[in-house]
């Protein structure tokens, strides 16, 4: 199935990886989101940075996954 020699991961099968690893950290993201927003104080002026924060931030950490299974 390898060609010429090389060993490791196809790019089907790296991506399958990456997508079930992407739904699998966005789930625990969104709880974790959530969660930590019951301690936020219930004024816009501190759920608005929050919020803002955290909808970016989840990019982040995915990213080398993502490079990962593009790779090759």
Do not use: D, N
Request: glycine letters at 12%.
């Amino acid at each position: 199935r390898f060609s010429s020699g090389r060993s490791g991961l196809g790019p089907r099968t790296r991506k399958a990886i990456a997508t079930v690893g992407v739904l699998a950290f966005l789930a625990f993201y969104v709880w974790l989101v959530v969660t930590l927003a019951g301690f936020i104080p219930e004024v816009w002026w501190a759920q608005v940075p929050y919020f803002a924060v955290a909808g970016l931030a989840w990019g982040v950490p995915i990213l080398p996954l993502i490079k990962w299974a593009e790779k090759g």
